[in-house]
């Protein structure tokens, strides 16, 4: 009864120092008789930001299943270095555990069966851990989407006559709703590759691309985000990215980062990471500057980078850090485009509701026009006519010409002609023909050139590209892609500029799944750094729209109204604009805080620049 006493007393004290409502959604019951049950906390609710969930210790007497449940109940808690979980291993497995090595998650959270003797006489029981499972982690924090079967045994034997884990595998396996309460997505940032192609924009070398990773929410997160950045990209988007910090640099010891009152970052570096020139510290600074800013609550106004003696090497301020603003190259996105009921191209300001042709050939309506996309600077646009067999370029200036059409398709039926068009922040202009006896993705540099075939080795036999969007980096594409059982779904390419201006080689590779919930995609735009708007339909349900992020886990942003037969959607890069749908209503707008709102309903292709 003592024991069960002093297990009761210590529970009572870390609830003291969390809160009450710990009991109600923390790890464990206390019945009257004085033992414990463990309870499965994969159902629980997102706790209060305040609220630190702590793991209860193995209680005497406890059999081989109620030791795995309760070690899987504790890997849940809020404490840095899994010290209660490890109460539950064998002290030897304990020392060698690694729970940083990945994380697996779980629908409904990780099951344990049925503890089971060893065969042949053996003292030991084994406990299999089961679950489906969802998603992947790894051990640098890149979330990916991995459905099937999670199944891992977990081995037991007696040590000082309990039972203690000798036996399972490094990692950590957790419920959706945990890992969802345990883990934040944040943005880390690094200079993106765009070989020759760097040289036909101002300040080239200097754009920013987010990748996101998973942290743990309440763990010291700015020194956990900082040193995630310096461990470097993640393996999809390395290849076409690069990190200004040199190999080998890491935090100096024994720190732990926080903004100042001020909102000032200081980031002390080991020797690896101070041997720099004070250019390539001051890329270094703006890479830590807008990371820390995407997670952290408070504005950060300057980072400092110092040696491990504390000697300031650079500094770079918030204003400063504007030249490597991510997201910059998507322009200011001013006015909204469609093609409206005439088959002109025409355009919405921001906050209006009265649309006007643009001005120039493409909005004179003299060639019908089907489809739209202007570029990031709003000074040219490229349509697609009516019929989808012809993609034109032309200034958006009065007076400017139409010309000869830039690319046509061959394909007999108009569904296999041109997609929409779609534009980088360098310049250059995409687009797909999904003729069947030649479908091919192409690239038109600067808007102009003649079109070239990029190669998209990812595709499979029988597959096309229906529908692309390019971020405004240059380096990831969204591909909308239309299987050979005439499904559709969405992929996140990688864009890979080799070569030099006069002979580039670039290519579309590694195409990763995003969005694997739904049966069918109807439509898709960038909605974010690295995020992007998809509209679907789960299997045996209704069209619904939601938030993606690029590594394929849900967005945290709030659901979104619905709205019916949406065939298309527009979203931009620069996250306080409003959505953009073409539905059975005609052309709506959702803005901020409100419903959606029909803006027109005869026009078609909402588009924003890009």
Request: glycine share 10%; proline share 5%.
């Amino acid at each position: 009864m003592g024991d069960a006493r002093r297990s009761r007393d210590g529970r009572a004290a870390a609830v003291v120092l969390t809160a009450l409502a710990l009991l109600l959604s923390g790890c464990a019951s206390m019945p009257d008789d004085g033992s414990v049950d463990h309870v499965d906390s994969s159902h629980r609710a997102d706790s209060d930001s305040q609220v630190r969930v702590f793991g209860v210790s193995p209680q005497k007497g406890e059999k081989p299943q109620q030791i795995v449940r309760g070690f899987l109940e504790s890997t849940t808690s809020d404490e840095a270095a899994f010290s209660t979980a490890k109460k539950y291993l064998a002290d030897r497995t304990a020392a060698k555990w690694d729970p940083f090595a990945s994380t697996s998650v779980v629908s409904g959270g990780p099951s344990p069966g049925n503890a089971r003797r060893d065969s042949g006489g053996g003292s030991g029981f084994s406990v299999q851990v089961t679950g489906t499972r969802v998603a992947e982690v790894d051990e640098s924090h890149a979330y990916s989407p991995a459905a099937g079967d999670y199944s891992e045994g977990f081995h037991l034997s007696k040590e000082d006559g309990e039972w203690r884990i000798d036996q399972l595998p490094d990692g950590l396996v957790l419920g959706e709703s945990d890992f969802q309460r345990i883990y934040r997505p944040i943005n880390n940032y690094y200079y993106a590759e765009l070989g020759s192609d760097s040289e036909s924009i101002t300040g080239g070398k200097d754009v920013l691309v987010a990748d996101p990773v998973y942290l743990r929410r309440r763990i010291d997160p700015v020194t956990a985000t900082v040193q995630a950045l310096l461990d470097g990209p993640t393996g999809w988007v390395d290849p076409v990215v690069h990190s200004s910090f040199p190999k080998g640099a890491a935090l100096a010891r024994d720190q732990h980062l926080s903004l100042d009152d001020s909102g000032a970052l200081s980031v002390r570096l080991n020797a690896r990471g101070t041997m720099v020139s004070e250019a390539r510290c001051v890329r270094m600074a703006s890479q830590v500057l807008h990371t820390v800013q995407d997670q952290a609550s408070a504005k950060v106004t300057k980072v400092v980078l110092a040696g491990a003696d504390g000697e300031t090497q650079c500094e770079r301020t918030r204003e400063q850090a504007e030249d490597n603003q991510p997201g910059r190259l998507n322009g200011r996105a001013s006015r909204q485009y469609f093609v409206d009921g005439d088959h002109r191209v025409s355009s919405f300001d921001e906050n209006s509701e009265d649309p006007r042709p643009v001005q120039g050939a493409l909005g004179e309506g003299e060639t019908e026009m089907g489809a739209v996309a202007v570029n990031r600077a709003e000074q040219e646009g490229a349509a697609v006519s009516r019929a989808r067999r012809s993609l034109y370029v032309a200034r958006l200036t009065e007076g400017g010409e139409l010309g000869e059409p830039v690319l046509s398709s061959k394909a007999k039926r108009e569904n296999d002609r041109l997609t929409a068009p779609s534009w980088d922040g360098l310049g250059d202009l995409w687009v797909a023909d999904r003729d069947p006896d030649d479908p091919r993705l192409l690239r038109l540099a600067g808007g102009k050139e003649k079109p070239e075939e990029v190669d998209v080795p990812g595709l499979g036999e029988g597959e096309r590209i229906e529908s692309l969007r390019i971020a405004s980096d240059g380096v990831r594409m969204a591909l909308h892609i239309r299987q050979k059982d005439g499904s559709r779904t969405l992929k996140l390419g990688r864009v890979q500029r080799q070569g030099t201006a006069q002979d580039p080689q670039v290519r579309v590779t590694a195409l990763r799944p995003l969005a694997p919930q739904f049966e069918d995609v109807a439509a898709m735009s960038w909605a974010g750094g690295s995020r992007l708007v998809v509209v679907g339909r789960e299997s045996g349900s209704v069209q619904q729209m939601q938030y993606i992020e690029t590594d394929g886990s849900a967005s945290n942003q709030p659901a979104l109204p619905g709205i019916n037969d949406v065939t298309g959607v527009a979203a931009s890069e620069d996250e306080s604009k409003p959505l953009l749908a073409d539905s059975e209503d005609g052309i709506v707008r959702l803005p901020p805080d409100a419903n959606w709102k029909t803006l027109t309903d005869s026009g078609t292709s909402p588009a924003y620049p890009g």
